[in-house]
């Protein structure tokens, strides 16, 4: 069976992301090496700089797990023949046009001469949470609604540019905000653990999902997957769990 090797050039959202997805696409019975290239809150300007420097400066995620690996973005490049790489703005900046160039066009250029037959994809990161005190979430006046369409609109215009496929996942969230067991407003469970984070099980779960379902094309209603973690002292809702799956379903 191929394996499908996935890298993440981000920060802590695709840590969020890629937490169990190597879980769930086994669980569907696929072979996967997924690497997350993690700084915390690291914005593209920065991943060009450690481009530009070949610097060391990012912690080596495998498969959901830290290591003790340090590496730089071209080392990462060149170690496989990468089926699929994705990129993303950090969040604070995510809803500021003026953010993301000339940064993102230099970092897909690159990508494209160091492992041309990769198929690249951008993550639309995800709005705050309605109560969230990150610092800012100011730049939003505080209103969730109001960076997601910010965030929105500058990710689907960068996708269209440099002809990324968009891997949805601040449309999806906020979607599934709407569903009367996430609303927060009317007392459902937050798909945050901090304001902003996703949470350690169905936010990150549905993250998984998310990217399983728009980076394979399969369905990810019927996987029977329970997010394995240490973190997790509560084993999540499976109704939930399927409740997510089948949003995914619906709406990537």
């Given at each position: 069976?191929k394996t499908l090797?996935?890298?993440?050039?981000?920060?802590?959202?695709?840590e969020d992301a890629?937490?169990?997805?190597?879980?769930?696409?086994?669980?569907?019975?696929?072979?996967?090496?997924?690497?997350?290239?993690?700084?915390?809150?690291?914005?593209?300007?920065?991943?060009?700089?450690?481009?530009?420097?070949?610097?060391?400066?990012?912690?080596?995620?495998?498969?959901?797990?830290?290591?003790?690996?340090?590496?730089?973005?071209?080392?990462?490049?060149?170690?496989?023949?990468w089926d699929i790489?994705?990129?993303?703005?950090?969040?604070?900046?995510?809803?500021?046009?003026?953010?993301?160039?000339?940064?993102?066009?230099?970092?897909?250029?690159?990508?494209?001469?160091?492992?041309?037959?990769?198929?690249?994809?951008?993550?639309?990161?995800?709005?705050?949470?309605?109560?969230?005190?990150?610092?800012?979430?100011?730049?939003?006046?505080?209103?969730?609604?109001?960076?997601?369409?910010?965030?929105?609109?500058?990710?689907?215009?960068?996708?269209?540019?440099?002809?990324?496929?968009?891997?949805?996942?601040?449309?999806?969230?906020?979607?599934?905000?709407?569903?009367?067991?996430?609303?927060?407003?009317?007392?459902?469970?937050?798909?945050?653990?901090?304001?902003?984070?996703?949470?350690?099980?169905?936010?990150?779960?549905?993250?998984?999902?998310?990217?399983?379902?728009?980076?394979?094309?399969?369905?990810?209603?019927?996987?029977?997957?329970?997010?394995?973690?240490?973190?997790?002292?509560?084993?999540?809702?499976?109704?939930?769990?399927?409740?997510?799956?089948?949003?995914?379903?619906?709406?990537?």
């Amino acid at each position: 069976m191929k394996t499908l090797k996935i890298l993440a050039i981000g920060n802590s959202f695709s840590e969020d992301a890629t937490r169990y997805l190597h879980q769930l696409a086994n669980a569907a019975g696929i072979d996967t090496k997924i690497i997350n290239l993690y700084i915390g809150g690291c914005p593209l300007e920065r991943h060009w700089k450690n481009i530009e420097n070949d610097e060391k400066a990012y912690a080596y995620q495998l498969n959901g797990i830290p290591t003790e690996r340090r590496v730089s973005i071209d080392e990462i490049l060149l170690e496989e023949d990468w089926d699929i790489i994705t990129t993303q703005q950090a969040s604070h900046d995510s809803g500021w046009m003026n953010s993301y160039e000339p940064f993102l066009g230099l970092i897909v250029a690159h990508i494209k001469e160091k492992a041309p037959n990769a198929k690249l994809y951008l993550q639309e990161t995800w709005a705050y949470e309605i109560d969230s005190t990150h610092g800012s979430f100011m730049r939003y006046n505080r209103n969730q609604q109001e960076m997601y369409e910010k965030l929105h609109n500058c990710y689907t215009q960068m996708a269209s540019k440099y002809n990324l496929e968009l891997i949805p996942s601040g449309s999806v969230i906020q979607k599934v905000r709407t569903l009367p067991e996430f609303h927060v407003p009317n007392g459902g469970l937050s798909l945050c653990r901090d304001g902003f984070h996703m949470s350690f099980d169905y936010g990150r779960y549905l993250l998984a999902c998310i990217w399983l379902r728009k980076l394979t094309d399969i369905t990810v209603t019927d996987i029977a997957c329970i997010p394995q973690s240490p973190v997790l002292k509560v084993a999540p809702d499976t109704h939930l769990l399927k409740l997510l799956r089948e949003s995914v379903d619906l709406w990537v």
